[in-house]
Structure formats: C-alpha cells, structure tokens
T-cell receptor, first 112, second 113 residues
C-alpha cells in the first residue's frame, strides 16, 4: 500500500543543471499536484494536473515544467536550476471532486 | 500570496494541556482542512469542515469555522508528546478550482513530556 511515492528523496544540483522529480501514485487518483515548501512560507502550488495529458499552472510555476503522460505519474522538471529553487518539493494526489489530498514524503533539493 | 495566516507561529505546551491554533483566510471557500506534518515527512490530513458547518469533532480534535470572520480554529485536547508536529490549515474553493488547496504558513506545536 504505497500511496504517493516521490523519487529521489534528496538531490544536490549545481546552478544550471537540469533534473526531473518523479511522483507516482497507486490510488487511481485523477488529480495530482506539485508544491514547494520553504521555511516560514507553508506550501505553494507549482503546477497541477486534473487528468492524463493535462497540466495547469499554480501559484509559482516559473522555472518549472511538468508532464502527465500516464495517470499514475506526474513529473516535475527543472531545466536550468537556480539557487532560488532550493526547497523541499511535495507531490500530492486526490480523487476528482474529492477535497482531501494525499502527500508523498517529499524531495529535498539543494541548488549550489 | 498565501490564503491563510496561522496564529501562533509556534506553541509550546505541557503534556495533558490543550492546544489551540487559529487560521484566517481571505476569500470565500468551499471547505477548510487541517493537515499535520511531522518533521521531515509529508502532510497528513486530519479533519475537514465544509463552509456550511460550524463545528466538527474527530477524536481529540475539534475544529470550528466562522465564515463571517473568515477564520477557523483547531483544538487538540489532552495533548501528548506524539502530537509534536507542524499543523497547517488549507482552504479549498471546490471542484471548479481543480480541488486546489491554499495552505497557511503553519503552527509548530511542541508538546513537552
């Protein structure tokens, strides 16, 4: 009963490098979300998806891209990492119309 | 900008005492939820209250909602050391917004044994 799984758990990047964070859920949820969490700022929505093949911008989308090629997977990409993207990233999912979101354990990213 | 503001930012109490956290928000909502985050972990849903409800209970948790004041409170009764965590309120505008949630900045609760 895995729920929402994020990989990797930790990553250190140099400025300008690229990487992809993977989120996988096994609950057959339609909706998926990517958040970032910074000290003193709570969680902010980066991008979200309401179904396979669809994505939309959240509150802080600049510098990130996403893809939802399969219903169970939601990828977050950083094309050219910047120190301002140092953060903890959380993925979440829920059923269409269901208000409760289920979270992964997070990915801690440092950009030097 | 954040929808919710939480108060206090940090709260330290003794085991057995009650803990009260407050959340204020700015726009109309469909529901308000409280989540818990243990250090280094993801968020876990605790309780949801809909905009047409005023109070809800779940075990040692009691949530109130005052839509006229755009505020909510979470009460944890008879606290335990294991309740030590960060608590976040999150507001939802409903299905028309893709079930998106807007989170507050959180309250760090420390329960001392």
């Amino acid at each position: 009963n895995a729920g929402v799984t994020q990989t990797p758990k930790f990553r250190v990047l140099k400025t300008g490098q690229s990487m992809t964070l993977l989120c996988a859920q096994d609950m057959n949820h339609e909706y998926m979300y990517w958040y970032r969490q910074d000290p003193g700022m709570g969680l902010r929505l980066i991008h979200y998806s309401v179904g396979e093949g669809t994505t939309a911008k959240g509150e802080v989308p600049d510098g990130y891209n996403v893809s939802r090629l399969k219903k169970q997977n939601f990828l977050l990409g950083l094309e050219s990492a910047a120190p301002s993207q140092t953060s903890v990233y959380f993925c979440a999912s829920n059923l269409a119309g269901g208000p409760i979101q289920y979270f992964g354990a997070g990915t801690r990213l440092s950009v030097l | 900008s954040q929808q919710g503001e939480e108060d206090p930012q940090a709260l330290s109490i003794q085991e057995g005492e009650n803990a009260t956290m407050n959340c204020s928000y700015k726009t109309s909502i469909n529901n308000l939820q409280w989540y818990r985050q243990n250090s280094g972990r993801g968020l876990v849903h605790l309780i949801l209250i809909r905009s047409n409800e005023r109070e809800k209970h779940s075990g040692r948790l009691r949530v109130t909602l005052d839509t006229s004041k755009k505020s909510s409170s979470l009460l944890i009764t008879a606290s335990r050391a294991a309740d030590t965590a960060s608590y976040f309120c999150a507001t939802g505008a409903g299905e028309t917004s893709g079930s998106r949630l807007t989170f507050g900045e959180g309250t760090q609760l420390t329960v001392n044994p």
